[in-house]
């Protein structure tokens, strides 16, 4: 999959950025509505993001490509 870009799409709150591709992984970071993030990868229903600074994963289906 080549990096692609995607906006957080969340109707309340943040998107939480993970450590693990699991809803029990550590959050590392909060995305915001509307945010832009970089996809490297999808694995499971989750996409691998870099957004700022940090690298982790994210709920595909809160992500609009």
Do not use: C, F
């Amino acid at each position: 999959m080549d990096p692609m870009q995607g906006t957080v799409s969340v109707s309340n709150g943040t998107l939480n950025l993970r450590d693990y591709p699991s809803s029990s992984g550590k959050v590392i970071a909060n995305l915001p509505n509307g945010a832009t993030v970089t996809i490297y990868g999808e694995w499971n229903g989750w996409y691998v993001v870099h957004y700022g600074d940090q690298v982790g994963y994210a709920a595909a289906a809160y992500i609009n490509t």
